[in-house]
């Protein structure tokens, strides 16, 4: 997937007000619209303003796109990277691809994830608007609960119509078992209200950072766990890191790579608690001495007839 550079396709610089993009947007649509225009590939270029109009126009789609276009060029391989919109507040309002909108996958790919609420209206007494906010925390954090400081970047329009990111910091408490997905309510921190209305509250979506070692399916917890080949063909006990604390881990004899060991209890807090599963994975030690040749030219000969690729023969 190609990263799109939505400034060049509406022929602006990426400093435009608002003001500029919404008029070289409405001459690109007059000169492009199916239904007069005698240009080539007339309804592909519509789709492809209409496109770079919907990332643009709204500040909230342009400030996310600007912090993740710092990286790209138009043309270059593009892979969103993991938790990229994380930190940003946004406002009730959908996120996602409106109604009968047929977007790329390069904008469905940043955008389509994220559908909200409508935005509250503004009335004389009317309450804010609910904010949402996604948030990466440590799955260590979601164990044990936490009291963590979360910076928060809130996409503005400033005086001179250009948009920018300013930033506050809220102290969060992470409940014990908080899951993936979970949205935790702060009461009070959304949009302000108007002529005295209560301000709405911010949701915070929760997601969990890359971890080296552990990774989460709803409550479950998986570890890749490596083991010698004898560990794994005699059985022993092994510690084993759980995002709580190691654990004493038994190896049945006669195992082999890709067995699940399950450690009830031990994924996510909860009522019930989820399992951990420990992977086996056999790391066989380097042969980088004689002794260590010896011991497995030993082997071969011990086990002539073994063959570790009977399965693709079969």
Same mark, same amino acid.
């Given at each position: 997937?190609?990263?799109?550079?939505?400034?060049?396709t509406?022929?602006?610089?990426?400093?435009?007000?608002?003001?500029?993009?919404?008029?070289?947007?409405r001459?690109?649509?007059r000169?492009?619209?199916?239904?007069?225009?005698?240009?080539?590939?007339?309804?592909?270029?519509?789709?492809?303003?209409?496109?770079?109009?919907?990332?643009?126009?709204?500040?909230?789609?342009?400030?996310?796109?600007?912090?993740?276009? $710092?990286?790209?060029?138009?043309?270059?391989?593009?892979?969103?990277?993991?938790?990229?919109?994380?930190?940003?507040?946004?406002?009730g309002?959908?996120?996602?691809?409106?109604?009968?909108?047929d977007?790329?996958?390069?904008?469905?790919?940043?955008f389509?994830?994220?559908?909200?609420?409508?935005?509250?209206?503004?009335?004389?007494?009317?309450?804010?608007?609910?904010h949402?906010?996604?948030?990466?925390?440590?799955?260590e954090?979601?164990?044990?609960?936490?009291r963590?400081?979360?910076?928060?970047?809130?996409?503005?329009?400033?005086?001179?119509?250009?948009?920018t990111? $300013?930033?506050? $910091?809220?102290d969060?408490?992470?409940?014990?078992?908080?899951?993936?997905?979970?949205?935790?309510?702060l009461?009070? $921190?959304g949009?302000?209200?108007?002529?005295?209305?209560?301000?709405?509250?911010?949701?915070?979506?929760?997601?969990?950072?890359?971890?080296?070692?552990?990774?989460?399916?709803?409550?479950?917890?998986?570890?890749?766990?490596?083991?010698?080949?004898?560990?794994?063909?005699?059985?022993?006990?092994?510690?084993?890191?759980?995002?709580d604390?190691?654990?004493?881990?038994?190896?049945?004899?006669?195992?082999?790579?890709?067995?699940?060991?399950?450690?009830?209890?031990?994924?996510?807090?909860?009522?019930?608690?989820?399992?951990?599963?420990?992977?086996?994975?056999?790391?066989?030690p380097?042969?980088?001495?004689?002794?260590?040749?010896?011991?497995?030219?030993?082997l071969?000969r011990?086990?002539?007839?073994?063959?570790?690729?009977?399965?693709l023969?079969?």
């Amino acid at each position: 997937m190609e990263f799109k550079d939505y400034y060049a396709t509406l022929g602006v610089e990426r400093s435009a007000t608002q003001d500029e993009i919404k008029r070289a947007y409405r001459k690109l649509a007059r000169k492009y619209h199916p239904d007069v225009s005698k240009e080539p590939n007339a309804e592909a270029r519509f789709k492809e303003v209409a496109e770079a109009y919907e990332a643009l126009n709204d500040p909230e789609k342009r400030a996310a796109y600007n912090d993740i276009g $710092q990286r790209y060029q138009r043309g270059q391989e593009f892979h969103p990277p993991p938790g990229w919109d994380s930190g940003f507040e946004f406002s009730g309002r959908d996120f996602g691809p409106g109604e009968g909108m047929d977007f790329s996958d390069f904008f469905a790919s940043l955008f389509g994830r994220h559908t909200r609420g409508a935005r509250a209206h503004d009335t004389m007494h009317a309450a804010g608007g609910d904010h949402h906010a996604k948030v990466l925390i440590d799955l260590e954090d979601a164990y044990r609960g936490a009291r963590r400081t979360i910076s928060l970047r809130v996409p503005v329009v400033d005086a001179q119509g250009q948009v920018t990111l $300013q930033e506050r $910091q809220l102290d969060v408490n992470i409940p014990k078992g908080v899951r993936e997905g979970q949205h935790l309510r702060l009461a009070g $921190q959304g949009g302000p209200g108007h002529g005295g209305g209560p301000a709405g509250d911010l949701y915070l979506e929760i997601a969990f950072k890359p971890h080296p070692h552990f990774r989460v399916d709803g409550r479950d917890v998986y570890l890749d766990l490596a083991v010698a080949p004898w560990e794994a063909a005699l059985g022993a006990t092994v510690m084993a890191p759980t995002p709580d604390g190691g654990v004493q881990l038994t190896i049945p004899p006669g195992s082999s790579s890709g067995r699940k060991l399950r450690l009830k209890g031990k994924g996510l807090p909860g009522n019930p608690p989820g399992d951990m599963y420990a992977v086996l994975g056999i790391t066989a030690p380097p042969a980088e001495s004689p002794a260590a040749k010896d011991a497995y030219a030993a082997l071969a000969r011990i086990f002539p007839h073994f063959n570790p690729r009977s399965a693709l023969e079969a």
